[in-house]
């Protein structure tokens, strides 16, 4: 056996192993640490600090060995396996070994939720995946992909985990590196930030209210009672009047649903840009980007903004700095205008239309379909489908506080539907009758989970357990590069009050405050996993869960 | 610009002509400080930078000269003059200034005295796009004693009917007794629509609307309607209910004009704002198969305070309980520092004392107000009282209850109780008054 020695580059706290197969003729190196380190990665965890950038990167790296060096010795032993089930994609190019990490399905994104595209230096580590003969393709990749580390660990001042090395090939994946703020509020230092962005943008700080329950404490909790215009003067000159209005519908919950706030926010844009004028020796490019980030502050303060809400303000921030420099002001603003009314055309009303088309072909004659709360894009179809006159009957599943079962049931039975009621509690005693479950979503996560309305995973698990066929219904707008495998980390809390109820005038929750080992919770959303789903219908076609991350990969190269 | 402040200090004060017959009724001392000045305080609290005034020509006069009126806002002020006998009612005014409006505009009377946050109405304003909002107030009772009426009133204060929905935000009936024949008379229309409804009568209204501005506009084509409160709310809030009638000026129709004024944006907005509604969950009632708000395009909503001070200061007695609550609307000391106030008299804590103010020995002055200039000699007993501007008292006063109006002069040892006295009068020494206007 032939074995061959690499000299390792001069990197000061990286040492190189050099492992070699005994049954190929190849070669691999992976990079650890040493021992020191992880003892510290493990110490801080354990002490429950927030784990600086270096150390994640860290402990993602020797998670990755581990399971590496789990599956080698696997191999060892099962040496009559030469393929192995492990589906790792071939780089192609070696730039794109960045986005290779980001399609492994597990290792690198359990509880954070931040892409797992940052582990540099294991950029070979792909390539070990045990594949039997490598071609010539694959070593030459490997071979610049060390050539690049080894040129970017000479440069100056590098640290140990090369986070700053790998500067150039991040502008290539600009995936989010840090924690939003919204999920640290238990970080008194975050915190801080954040109400010093605040008062630099003239936004009033709102404060949170009422004890939350521990698990939950990184998440804001506002009360419906305490509104942001509290602290506004009355005609407000800092914010946009029409961005006051939206923030006020959002809070007190008239404008609900993701696409209502998808389409309310693009119109109070319009009008700001309508009325927006540059001033002097400033770009409207550059300018009116600034101008909308104290907007965009405003409106996370009134509610947390949606992922199709974030999704559409990419857009607009991306078309204003593509504005040419020579443009007059008239012409930037009703293209923007324009742009802005395309968008809501194709991307919510045409793509409503296109995924009906598709869900009526799987709604047949005869057929009992459940639909879970008020989801716009399924009340769509079901009434598309009726007017094509296709026989069914529907079974409205709806849940406390929101009730917005409701709402869906009034909507279908004016159509002329003939619906049932209930509520969550008699799912399983339904769910014999039903013959598919339409389920809408508020956004679809990179992983392939389903982020919707909290008791949506019930409706998903349960219609599982019944071998009831589950379809999701989304538009391609609100897919998402969030990964998520829980509701924990990411989530809304909303008013705990909501969930007061006076029942022949007695409220029994009345001062709930003053227990003081009692907390409400009332979740928003909840995350379902792909398990549970059997397909989803968007306007691009029919597609299992899994294949969300194809779909945002197209859109990216799309844009 | 998304609201602009409207303040009408045009009015007369015709319910109590006895205080306002030499003085206009926005420069009524209250608490030392002129009337208008607390919803001008409101205002620039609030935020606002700047406020259309509509007034007579002898108000602006007094205050751009009268060095006791000091207004002391930052706000810009823009001064419109009306013709104090042409008899102009609130909306009257309003069509008179609809070339500087604007954009929606927030109208406030110049008689109102209250702690309210505004952003509750305003928000009911905005959230909802209504075009009406106001502002109303669970009435108290006056406990002061109101000099110179005999036993309790209960004269013909007429009294409102107030409808308002479950929630207790929106308006859906507004009527007065005087213009009801038997009976309270509620159209079917509201009922199905609203099948619970909270009529409630013993509200004060603050005289605070949020309009939008095509009901200024709708106000310039329609000029049979003289007063807001009168004639132009009772119409908005009967409006929200009726189908689309033949009449020729109604007001969904100025809404449509000026949709089609700029017609290619607000078609495309409008529809934006549809589809909206459309993919909202959210419905304003429940129980019937209609949409948010029942289609309507008309909204009225009111905000009730609860608890707080509300005054309007139209009536002695509301005067006299304004004049107690005043100092606890702002934080200036009881007693003013130019005053010259001798050691052996005894001022009560709920006292004030206005500026250049000459208190001498052995005077006690409990649960009053001494206006600016005023000259109080020894032994005097002032309670429950309010002296204004410029009033002399001589020794040995004894004045309970009363209303002194400025530059008066009572005579020394003069017993006065519950009386008023106007202004510049003298009251001769040791007399005894009672209960009595002067």
């Known amino acids: 056996m032939k074995r061959e020695s690499i000299v390792p580059a001069a990197c000061a706290a990286v040492t190189y ?543 | 610009m998304e609201l602009q402040a409207v303040l009408m200090a045009a009015g007369g004060g015709s319910r109590m002509m006895d205080l306002t017959y030499n003085t206009p009724k926005p420069l009524l001392p209250v608490g030392n400080k002129p009337l208008i000045w607390y919803p001008l305080n409101l205002l620039e609290r609030v935020g606002f930078e700047e406020v259309i005034v509509i007034t007579t020509k002898e108000v602006q006069k007094m205050i751009s000269t009268d060095p006791k009126v000091k207004l002391d806002v930052k706000m810009k002020l823009d001064l419109v003059c009306i013709q104090e006998d042409a008899d102009m009612g609130t909306a009257d005014a309003l069509r008179h200034i609809q070339q500087k409006v604007k954009t929606d505009v927030l109208v406030v009377s110049c008689d109102l005295i209250t702690d309210a946050a505004l952003h509750e109405v305003v928000d009911l304003f905005r959230a909802h796009n209504a075009t009406l909002s106001m502002l109303m107030s669970k009435a108290h009772e006056f406990t002061e004693t109101v000099p110179g009426q005999k036993g309790k009133k209960k004269t013909g204060e007429q009294r409102d009917f107030v409808g308002v929905d479950d929630t207790g935000k929106r308006l859906l009936f507004m009527a007065n007794e005087a213009d009801l024949d038997e009976g309270v008379v509620i159209r079917k229309s509201i009922m199905r629509k609203h099948p619970r409804m909270h009529i409630k009568t013993g509200l004060v209204d603050a005289h605070l609307y949020c309009l939008k501005k095509s009901v200024v506009d709708f106000l310039a084509d329609n000029k049979s309607i003289s007063s807001i409160r009168g004639e132009l709310v009772p119409y908005l809030v009967r409006k929200q209910f009726s189908k689309s009638t033949n009449s020729p000026k109604v007001i969904d129709e100025t809404h449509q004009n000026l949709k089609k004024n700029d017609s290619n944006i607000s078609s495309r907005d409008e529809e934006l704002l549809h589809l909206t509604q459309e993919r909202s969950c959210w419905n304003d009632h429940r129980g019937d198969m209609s949409d948010a708000y029942h289609g309507g395009r008309l909204r009225c909503y009111v905000h009730i305070m609860d608890e707080g001070i509300c005054y309007r200061v139209n009536t002695l007695a509301a005067y006299i309980e304004a004049n107690r609550l005043a100092p606890k609307l702002f934080d200036e000391p009881a007693v003013h520092p130019s005053a010259v106030v001798s050691e052996r008299c005894l001022i009560g804590a709920d006292s004030i004392i206005g500026a250049s103010c000459q208190i001498s020995d052995k005077t006690s002055i409990k649960r009053s107000t001494i206006g600016v200039s005023t000259t109080v000699r020894e032994k005097v007993k002032v309670t429950n009282s309010i002296i204004m501007h410029g009033v002399t008292i001589e020794e040995g006063c004894n004045i309970q209850g009363s209303v002194i109006c400025s530059n008066a002069v009572i005579g020394r040892g003069a017993d006065i109780k519950y009386c008023l006295v106007g202004s510049a009068q003298r009251i001769e020494p040791d007399g005894e008054n009672w209960d009595y206007w002067v």
């Open chain 1, 17 to 559: 192993t050099v492992l070699c197969h005994p049954h190929h003729h190849t070669v691999f190196i992976v990079l650890t640490d040493g021992p020191g380190n992880k003892d510290d990665i493990t110490r801080s965890k354990n002490e429950g600090k927030e784990l600086s950038k270096e150390e994640k990167q860290r402990l993602r790296k020797q998670k990755k060995q581990q399971k590496k060096q789990k599956e080698r010795k696997n191999e060892k032993s099962e040496t009559e396996k030469e393929k192995t089930p492990v589906s790792l994609l071939p780089p192609p190019r070696p730039v794109a070994t960045q986005k290779a990490p980001s399609a492994l399905p597990a290792p690198a994104s359990a509880p954070i939720p931040v892409p797992a595209s940052a582990p540099f230096h294991s950029s070979p580590a792909p390539s070990p995946a045990d594949k039997p003969a490598k071609s010539k393709a694959e070593l030459k990749a490997e071979r610049r992909a060390r050539q690049e580390t080894d040129r970017a660990a000479k440069q100056p001042g590098s640290s140990s985990s090369g986070i700053k090395t790998k500067v150039p090939l991040s502008e290539l994946n600009p995936v989010v590196k840090r924690l939003p703020e919204h999920v640290q509020v238990d970080d008194p230092a975050v915190v801080k930030r954040l109400a010093k962005k605040l008062e630099r943008q003239q936004i009033p700080l709102r404060s949170d209210y009422g004890y939350k329950v521990s698990l939950f404490s990184h998440l804001h909790q506002y009360s419906r009672k305490a509104p942001l215009t509290q602290q506004l003067s009355i005609p407000s000159t800092v914010i946009h009047p029409s961005i006051v209005r939206l923030g006020l519908q959002y809070s007190q919950g008239i404008v609900a649903g993701s696409n209502a706030r998808s389409v309310a926010l693009l119109h109070a844009f319009k009008q700001v840009i309508r009325d927006y004028t540059t001033p002097p020796n400033e770009e409207l490019s550059r300018d009116l980007v600034n101008k909308l980030k104290p907007y965009i502050s405003f409106l996370n303060q009134c509610r947390p903004l949606s992922a199709s809400m974030g999704n559409a303000i990419k857009y607009i921030k991306k078309e204003i700095s593509n504005i040419p420099s020579q443009c007059k002001e008239e012409e930037a603003k009703t293209k923007l205008l324009t742009c802005i009314d395309r968008y809501i055309e194709e991307k919510i009303v045409l793509a409503a239309k296109a995924i009906s088309k598709y869900a009526i072909e799987k709604i047949s004659d005869g057929d009992v379909i459940l639909v879970y709360g008020c989801s716009s894009l399924v009340n769509n179809i079901l009434c598309e489908a009726f007017e094509k006159s296709r026989k069914f009957r529907v079974i409205v599943v709806d849940s406390r506080p929101r009730l917005e079962g409701r709402e869906a049931l009034r909507r279908l039975v004016q159509r002329g539907i003939s619906c049932t009621y209930v509520l969550i509690s008699a799912l399983s005693y339904i769910l014999p009758e039903v013959s598919k479950v339409f389920l809408g979503a508020h956004a679809l996560l990179a992983n392939g989970y389903v982020m919707s309305r909290v008791g949506t995973s019930q409706i998903a698990l349960v219609a599982r357990t019944f071998n009831v066929p589950v379809l999701v219904c989304c538009e391609t707008y609100k897919f998402c590069e969030k990964v998520q495998t829980d509701s924990f980390v990411s989530n809304e809390l909303d008013d705990p009050d909501d969930l007061m109820v006076t029942r022949k005038g007695k409220t029994q929750l009345e001062n709930w405050q003053d227990v003081s080992s009692l907390g409400l919770l009332n979740l928003v959303y909840d995350v379902t996993p792909p398990d549970f789903v059997d397909l989803v219908i968007t306007d691009l076609g029919m597609i299992p869960c899994t294949s969300v991350p194809v779909v945002l990969r197209v859109k990216n190269l799309d844009q």
